[in-house]
């Protein structure tokens, strides 16, 4: 194997450092080693939490390139690192590219680059899509479990927007013991909610769903709300929709007016990074000059730190960490490493003598 060298303090002896190989792991692969794997995925996700909440992460903020002359559409870099028992460090590189959906084809495509924590060379490149897709479903999944302790179960849901995460974000529930009496749908598009519906039967909770024609006939019939929508500002402003106080998954950031956010109880996966951007608790902030409105974080209700209230609305709105596609990504990259699937790129790093 190919090797750097660093010296040895002790001696002027080079130390010699192997250069890690590196794999190219597409999405089919990915879809592999996750198919069936809700449970393992969610319980990954919350130990990522937690460590994260120690301190054991690096997750700067999020850069997003935009494009004046396609500003619906973004690209996000999202760097981070974690630690614990292993470190890996790396970067998602997510586009939504919003217009891709009327041409048939998916918003959001993505890669994953993982970095050895020794090296920093970038051993593996996944296609990440998948991954976020299913770090978002995880998360959501934790957070419904961990919100709705203390309060009574939630036994009807509705899926405001019926795109990939809402399928994800079903899956998992149900996949983690969840079974609802009802489920409601609702999308701009009446086609993406038609073939929500459709997927709901074919996965086997055929019965009880109804397909909404209004945001408020969903939100006023669920008692467990998931956004999962592309919306770039707030829509929804009715507090009195919100009367019979849901559990609210706002994976989608922005579709709450400040009034709303500011009337719940609100929970993120981390302060610093969900008060950016334009999301529903940014405005909320930049409205009020403050930030008491947020209850804390998952994490801290996790750990019994906070207590969620059984008598307001609670919001779950979480930034997205890149810890936590680290996490999952690795995930994938050792279940087809112990496999013998990886696929391998021979002789990737080629300049690795330093003076030729």
């Known amino acids: 194997m190919t090797s750097l060298h660093s010296t040895d303090p002790r001696s002027t002896a080079p130390v010699p450092h192997p250069v890690p190989s590196f794999a190219v792991i597409p999405g089919a692969q990915v879809q592999h080693a996750l198919q069936g794997r809700a449970r393992e995925v969610v319980d990954l996700v919350e130990a990522t939490y937690r460590l994260h909440g120690a301190g054991a992460s690096v997750n700067p903020p999020s850069y997003f390139l935009r494009f004046p002359d396609r500003p619906a559409s973004r690209i996000i870099a999202l760097p981070a690192s974690l630690g614990g028992q292993t470190p890996v460090d790396g970067m998602k590189w997510i586009s939504s590219f919003p217009a891709n959906v009327a041409a048939g084809i998916p918003r959001a495509s993505a890669v994953l680059i993982l970095n050895d924590h020794d090296t920093g060379y970038p051993f593996a490149c996944l296609e990440s899509s998948i991954i976020s897709a299913t770090r978002t479903a ?187 596609d680290l996490a999952v990504g690795k995930y994938v990259y050792d279940e087809v490493a112990r496999s013998g699937g990886l696929h391998l790129v021979d002789d990737f790093f080629h300049e690795l003598r330093r003076h030729g």
């Open 138 to 324: 995880a998360s959501a999944a934790l957070a419904a479990d961990r919100l709705s302790r203390g309060r009574t179960r939630p036994r009807s849901i509705g899926f405001f927007g019926t795109g990939l995460i809402a399928r994800y974000i079903h899956t998992f529930l149900a996949e983690t013991g969840w079974e609802f009496d009802r489920i409601g749908v609702h999308d701009l598009s009446a086609d993406s909610a038609a073939g929500f519906r459709l997927y709901l039967e074919q996965s086997g909770a055929g019965h009880g769903i109804t397909v909404h024609r209004s945001a408020e006939d969903l939100i006023r019939n669920s008692d467990l709300v998931v956004f999962a929508t592309v919306a770039g500002q707030p829509h929804v402003s009715d507090l009195s929709w919100f009367a019979h106080h849901p559990l609210v998954l706002h994976i989608s950031l922005r579709d709450l007016d400040p009034g709303i956010v500011l009337a719940s109880a609100n929970i993120v996966d981390d302060i610093e990074h969900c008060l950016k951007a334009g999301t529903s608790p940014h405005l909320a902030e930049q409205r009020t000059g403050r930030r008491d409105f947020l209850t804390g974080t998952l994490d801290d209700v996790a750990a019994g730190r906070v207590t969620v209230p059984a008598d307001r609305t609670v919001v779950f709105s979480p930034f997205g960490l890149g810890v936590l």
